[in-house]
């Protein structure tokens, strides 16, 4: 049987978006950023 792997790809679509005028995807995209900037390496 093949293993499957899920790969969330919100996280990359946020990061590399352009800035929206959209209040929850400037939302997202700042929470995304932020998280990037302090969780990875």
């Known amino acids: ?3 499957k ?3 969330e790809t919100s996280v990359l679509s ?3 978006a352009r800035p929206s005028n959209d209040i929850r995807a400037i939302a997202n995209q700042n ?3 932020e998280w990037w900037e302090n969780r990875m390496p």
Do not use: N
Request: avoid cysteine; charge should be positive.
């Open 1 to 3: 049987m093949k293993q």
């Open 5 to 7: 792997v899920y790969i």
């Open 14 to 16: 946020y990061l590399t």
């Open 31 to 33: 929470t995304t950023i």
